[in-house]
């Protein structure tokens, strides 16, 4: 099972907590009256609209950096961006002349994730060995 990060558990809260409020709310209108549901349904709204701008206030101040994430399982190996030329895992070699880096696109924007044992890059692989005992031979 894959473990549950912070994003989904603040998804699964903010649903709940909709529910809840949405219930409470449906309540209000059949047992008292319209009314006082409209009464309570416009101070609700205006808190949570408070509340969201907050949250998103609080979000862009704590902003700075792409939120890309590099990660790798045991024994694997996990690239950000380009590799060019590189021995990467035990026992991996490159030998021979040196092959100039290409122009290439900057890496995407994305996450990058390799599983137990796993290479995983988030670019363009140039003449390189990646992975325990790869080799990279030019004479």
Sequence with gaps: MAPVGAAQVWVWVTAVAAGVVTVGLV?????VDMDTAGQVATVTGTVLSAGALLVSVLALAGGGGSGRTVRAGRDGIAVGGHVTGSALGRDAKVSGAATPPAATAPAPDADIRS????????????????GPGSRRDIT
């Design 27 to 31: 309540l209000v209108m059949v047992l």
């Design 115 to 130: 599983a137990r044992g796993g290479v995983a890059t988030g670019g363009d692989v140039t003449d390189g060995a990646l």
